[in-house]
């Protein structure tokens, strides 16, 4: 058992000494009343330091050179470009495998679409198409698993 007063000092005790001394043990023993309740208040956030809302807030600088030294990134990568801003032209020119372009096909979605019309479609045909909606509809249920599938292998190939 640990001392809180000298943590390289431990007691060795048997399980009915221990229960005696966890009995009587005190961990705010020797703090005055004011550490008692700044401790407590410092407990509310794990005793990790805080800041108003909105004080620290991040921002994004492009200029601002990120240490790779596995290189990992290439210099010419942009570290804040994605699927959601990247413009059609550059979504439309990359290839594409027969299943991607069969999900697009069961989304009834053409190359080149935005994640955000991805997510959009995919929750209009689950609205539609969702057994609970259709009375327990067998069809209804084997459609959507195919519309679920269409839309994580989407989401796997990169359309996220």
Same mark, same amino acid.
């Given at each position: 058992?640990?001392?809180?007063? !000298?943590? *390289?000092?431990?007691?060795?005790?048997?399980?009915?000494?221990?229960?005696?001394?966890?009995?009587? /043990?005190?961990?705010?023993?020797?703090?005055?009343?004011?550490?008692?309740?700044?401790?407590?208040?410092?407990?509310?956030?794990? $005793?990790?330091?805080? /800041? &108003?809302?909105?004080?620290?807030?991040?921002?994004?600088?492009?200029?601002?050179?990120?240490?790779?030294?596995?290189?990992?990134? &290439?210099?010419?990568? !942009?570290?804040?470009? %994605?699927?959601? %801003?990247?413009?059609?032209?550059? !979504?439309?020119?990359?290839?594409?495998?027969?299943?991607?372009?069969?999900?697009?096909?069961?989304?009834?979605?053409?190359?080149?679409?935005?994640?955000?019309?991805?997510?959009?479609? $995919?929750?209009?045909?689950?609205? &539609?198409?969702?057994? *609970?909606?259709? %009375?327990?509809?067998?069809?209804?249920?084997?459609?959507? &698993?195919?519309? !679920?599938?269409?839309?994580?292998?989407?989401?796997?190939? %990169?359309?996220?």
């Amino acid at each position: 058992m640990l001392d809180r007063g !000298n943590p *390289d000092d431990y007691h060795w005790f048997c399980l009915r000494h221990v229960r005696d001394y966890n009995k009587s /043990w005190n961990f705010f023993d020797g703090m005055s009343d004011d550490e008692v309740l700044k401790y407590k208040d410092d407990d509310i956030t794990g $005793h990790r330091p805080t /800041w &108003k809302m909105g004080s620290r807030t991040a921002t994004i600088r492009p200029d601002h050179v990120y240490d790779d030294p596995f290189e990992f990134r &290439k210099e010419t990568e !942009n570290p804040f470009s %994605g699927f959601q %801003g990247d413009s059609h032209q550059n !979504n439309q020119a990359r290839k594409m495998d027969a299943k991607e372009r069969e999900a697009l096909a069961t989304l009834n979605l053409t190359p080149g679409c935005t994640l955000k019309e991805i997510k959009r479609r $995919h929750k209009e045909l689950a609205k &539609k198409y969702h057994p *609970d909606t259709r %009375g327990g509809d067998k069809q209804a249920e084997e459609i959507l &698993k195919n519309i !679920n599938q269409a839309y994580t292998h989407l989401l796997s190939c %990169g359309n996220s």
